[in-house]
């Protein structure tokens, strides 16, 4: 009878899962595994392997900590094999779609919303086409799906001072594999203050424990970085490649490839701390930015271009159109559209907005850096739950309402 009451009660979010697996294979055999030794995933692997044999991280500190540690992991308990990799991150993305489910039925008060959130996500192809790479990708969209859905769960229950613990923890680990959701701070505390405002003691306490958990999660590799570059470092020493790349895209119009040529080099072989060579491109980057301003309105309309671009040349292995996209895309839009047409009236606002600023905190560091479509990816969770608020709404306001 319990069993019965388990799958009568969960009976879409378990339909979802399996749809979710079963699509996940089909890519996989229809378009392959992605050949890991081509591009970034080539470091991801060789450091793992390094951590298994007793060697450590990449003594130049080239990629941040996490995704490394998480093929170590796999690696040590599976075997070094792609496929084990391949089942953990399917594994994680069947997770995020209940996280997911939760997120928009809390926030938006609308179970609907929740189930919509979740499909959307199952037919997501970069949710699908990610689980067959070594990218990081699974890794920080997972982490920082927890951290959001613990600070939702303890933002309902506030008496439930594990999932702050959890949020902090895991907002942490988020950093370790993307350091610049950092910046998620500069604009959720100020936020979060301005709505506790009345709860001020409270709310110091909470926000302080919050900070010191984050703090903690980072400590050991900004220590570990310090002694080896003699600079704090959250996260790599490839700061001055990604903002040198995004001054000078391949062709002069590429992005999602790092730049090759004689400065890159020089920096990579002049310098013994790969910290002076990280330094050396970012002034030079200032330098050209500086001789030709003129050039900077051209690369931010390209790098909106490639952000927002429908067509997907790096978690595909080939250019691949994204229906799935094009399809939820014009609901984000026109949810954006009708949250902020409604802002006096939203139940949840705090929460809408952190949604609402992951997304658009992502596309603004893309802005800095390069944009494309897998680094899109990595916060497209939270504009499909607004897109499934859209597609709600819409459905209530010109379906139902017309009936009515």
Same mark, same amino acid.
């Given at each position: 009878m319990k069993l019965?009451?388990?799958?009568s009660k969960y009976a879409p979010m378990l339909f979802l899962s399996a749809l979710y697996v079963v699509l996940t294979i089909i890519y996989y055999?229809?378009?392959?595994?992605?050949?890991?030794?081509?591009?970034?995933?080539?470091?991801?692997?060789r450091i793992a392997l390094n951590v298994l044999s007793g060697k450590g991280f990449d003594e130049k500190g080239f990629r941040c900590f996490l995704q490394p540690a998480y093929l170590a992991t796999i690696y040590a308990l599976f075997g070094v094999s792609s496929k084990a990799v391949f089942a953990v991150n399917t594994l994680l993305g069947i997770v995020s779609l209940w996280l997911v489910n939760e997120l928009g039925h809390r926030i938006f008060v609308s179970r609907q919303v929740g189930y919509l959130s979740a499909f959307l996500l199952c037919c997501n192809l970069p949710s699908i086409a990610a689980n067959t790479t070594l990218f990081s990708e699974v890794t920080f969209v997972f982490t920082l799906l927890v951290a959001v859905w613990a600070i939702m769960r303890h933002y309902f229950s506030p008496q439930n001072w594990?999932?702050?613990?959890l949020s902090a923890f895991s907002l942490g680990l988020a950093t370790l594999c993307r350091e610049w959701i950092q910046y998620i701070l500069v604009f959720a505390i100020p936020l979060t203050a301005w709505q506790y405002k009345s709860q001020w003691?409270?709310?110091?306490?909470?926000?302080?424990?919050?900070?010191?958990i984050w703090s903690a999660t980072l400590l050991p590799w900004i220590w570990r970085n310090y002694q080896l570059y003699d600079r704090f470092l959250v996260g790599t020493t490839r700061t001055?490649?990604?903002?040198?790349s995004a001054a000078n895209p391949?062709?002069?119009?590429?992005?999602?490839?790092?730049?090759?040529?004689?400065?890159?080099?020089?920096?990579?072989?002049?310098?013994?701390?790969?910290?002076?060579?990280?330094?050396?491109?970012?002034?030079?980057?200032?330098?050209?930015?500086?001789?030709?301003?003129? @050039?900077?309105?051209? /690369?931010?309309? !390209?790098?909106?271009?490639? #952000? =927002? &671009?429908?067509?997907?040349?790096? *978690?595909?292995? $080939? @250019?691949?159109?994204? /229906?799935?996209? !094009?399809?939820?895309?014009? #609901? =984000? &839009?026109?949810?954006?559209?009708? *949250?902020?047409? $409604? @802002?006096?009236?939203?139940?949840?606002?705090l929460l809408v907005a952190l949604l609402i600023g992951i997304f658009f905190?992502?596309?603004?560091?893309?802005?800095?850096?390069?944009?494309?479509?897998?680094?899109?990816?990595?916060?497209?969770?939270?504009?499909?739950?607004?897109?499934?608020?859209?597609?709600?709404?819409?459905?209530?306001?010109?379906?139902?309402?017309?009936?009515?």
């Open positions: 019965t009451a388990f799958f055999f229809w378009r392959g595994q992605y050949n890991a030794m081509a591009d970034d995933q080539a470091d991801f692997h594990q999932y702050l613990v003691h409270s709310y110091t306490v909470r926000m302080v424990l919050f900070l010191l001055g490649l990604l903002l040198y391949i062709n002069g119009n590429i992005y999602g490839i790092n730049v090759t040529d004689s400065l890159t080099q020089y920096a990579d072989t002049h310098f013994s701390n790969p910290v002076e060579g990280s330094d050396f491109l970012v002034q030079k980057t200032k330098e050209q930015l500086l001789a030709n301003p003129k @050039r900077i309105p051209y /690369l931010l309309a !390209l790098k909106t271009l490639y #952000f =927002f &671009l429908f067509i997907d040349y790096e *978690l595909t292995q $080939q @250019r691949t159109i994204n /229906l799935s996209y !094009l399809l939820w895309f014009p #609901f =984000f &839009l026109y949810g954006l559209w009708q *949250l902020f047409r $409604q @802002r006096n009236h939203i139940q949840h606002w905190l992502n596309y603004a560091i893309c802005l800095i850096t390069y944009g494309s479509p897998r680094f899109r990816y990595s916060t497209e969770i939270y504009a499909i739950m607004v897109a499934a608020f859209g597609v709600y709404y819409a459905y209530r306001r010109y379906f139902i309402g017309a009936r009515e």
